[in-house]
Structure formats: C-alpha cells, structure tokens
C-alpha cells in the first residue's frame, strides 16, 4: 500500500504560480511513476503530468505544456507540480496518483493505470 496526501493548493490571482506537494508513505516511493490529475466542478477528471521513477522522463496535457513542471525528490518521497501562468480554467481539485513503475520510459496518462490516490487539493485561480 502507498499513502498518498497533496498539500499546496490555494487561491491565486489568474497569471500567478503555486506548487503542489505530494508525500508518499508505506512503500519505497522510487518504485513508482507519479502522475497528477485534477477535476473541475461537473467536469471529468483528467491527466495533467506525469513522471518515472529517477525522474527523467516526464509527460504532460497539452493544456499545461510549458506551464507546468512536474518532478519529484526520492529521497524526501515527494513529488511536486510547479504551475505557473496560471487560468482560471486550471481551477479544479487536484490528485496525486501512483502505480509501480513498469519500465523506465512508463509514464502513463490513463488514469485507470494508477493504483493509488490522495485526497486531493483544491486550487482556484480567479480572473
């Protein structure tokens, strides 16, 4: 089992950043891709970035490329999302998911991949 729990999230001003922290506890956290999602009120929830296990393979959602930036420190079992220029379209709940790394290259996008969640962290960016 691995427990997942977000931290970060917040009010900002449209054009403002924020960076999300994701602490992971119960297994070996180098074990594992990372991925990030968010949902929006009455919206599915949906892929935002994702990275493997060392660190040096990451992949993004069209809608945050050159935005955001996704990375993780293992030895802390953390992982982060940097967003910056941020849209009130980027206001949503955002997730920490895991699921054990199947090669190198493995960064899923699929949420049905992931085998583990957080909570969840609310961010709303205002106009």
């Known amino acids: 089992q691995v427990q997942l729990v977000e931290s970060g999230g917040g009010l900002v001003q449209a054009g403002g950043s924020l960076r999300l922290s994701c602490v992971a506890s119960g297994r070996t956290f180098s074990n594992y891709v990372m991925g990030w999602f968010r949902q929006a009120p009455g919206k599915e929830r949906e892929f935002v970035a994702s990275i493997n296990w060392i660190g040096d393979k990451t992949n993004y959602a069209d809608s945050v490329k050159g935005r955001f930036a996704i990375s993780r420190d293992n030895a802390k079992n953390t992982g982060y999302l940097q967003m910056g220029s941020l849209e009130p379209e980027d206001t949503a709940n955002y997730y920490c998911?895991?699921?054990?790394?199947?090669?190198?290259?493995?960064?899923?996008?699929?949420?049905?991949?992931?085998?583990?969640w957080g909570q969840g962290t609310q961010v709303t960016v205002s106009s």
């Open positions: 998911a895991a699921v054990v790394q199947r090669s190198r290259w493995y960064t899923p996008s699929n949420e049905a991949e992931y085998s583990y």
